[in-house]
């Protein structure tokens, strides 16, 4: 995949301060990869091998069926089958010790496996990086970092973990202000949830829900960095 396909200038990511950068980071070299995929790169061979290797998972078939043509999805799907069914659903009997060494590792293998997934996560990794040496160098970037109005836990857990590998002595002013902007959102987010778990209570009938409605929906994208997709049904007691 060429460079500059994920190249995401870091200002362009804390800019906005609006909800948790890393989420956008994510968005938008995933947005990105799937525009690519299913557009100029369809075709081209060292993509399409790649694309057959490892195939997509759920999430991000969505994301190519969404951004894509139809057509240009069945031809990624054309090649990336008959992968499917050479590596392991070839013709003829196979005995157990040929399902245990080869098949069901290569079902396994692309069971876990997906192609935007892998390159996700490669480039958050530079990117992370990119951050880190940011806040070590910059001040007007420490001050944009700390401006953000929250952090995701799974990307609080990204930023810890990519801080690590910063100089010694940084490490603790860059924990407080990140560890911050995880927390606050957090301590904000349990008073949401246990008024909204109040608003059942007979007791506070007619009163008002503040920014409790959609608590259980930010919850989630708290603890799993993405939007739940299910919709509350209006036939259940749901308030």
């Known amino acids: 995949m060429r460079e500059d396909i994920c190249t995401i200038p870091i200002s362009e990511v804390f800019e906005p301060r609006d909800g948790c950068p890393i989420c956008r980071m994510r968005d938008m070299l995933e947005d990105r990869m799937a525009t690519y995929i299913t557009g100029a790169a369809m075709m081209e061979p060292d993509v399409r091998i790649e694309t057959n290797r490892l195939g997509f998972c759920r999430e991000h078939f969505d994301q190519i069926l969404d951004r894509g043509s139809r057509l240009s999805v069945a031809l990624i799907l054309e090649s990336l089958l008959k992968e499917v069914e050479n590596d392991v659903l070839p013709e003829g009997k196979a005995d157990q010790k040929t399902a245990v060494k080869k098949l069901l590792p ?20 530079h990117l992370l990086e990119t951050v880190i040496n940011l806040w070590q160098t910059e001040e007007d970037f420490r001050k944009l970092y700390a401006q953000q109005p929250c952090l995701c836990f799974p990307h609080y ?9 910063m100089n010694k002595k940084n490490f603790p002013a860059f924990h407080e202000v990140t560890a911050s902007l995880a927390r606050n ?8 949830v246990t008024h909204f778990c109040r608003m059942f209570d007979y007791r506070n009938q007619g009163a008002d829900w503040g920014n409790s409605r959609d608590s259980i929906e930010r919850a989630i994208w708290f603890l799993t960095s993405r939007q739940p997709q299910a919709e ?8």
Request: overall charge neutral.
């Open 157 to 165: 857990r990204a930023l810890l973990r990519a801080g690590t590998k």
């Open 106 to 125: 290569a079902a396994d293998a692309r069971a876990h496996s997906c192609f935007i997934c892998e390159n996700i996560e490669k480039n958050m990794e």
């Open 185 to 192: 959102y957090l301590q904000e987010l349990e008073g949401d």
């Open 232 to 239: 509350p049904d209006a036939g259940k007691k749901n308030r």
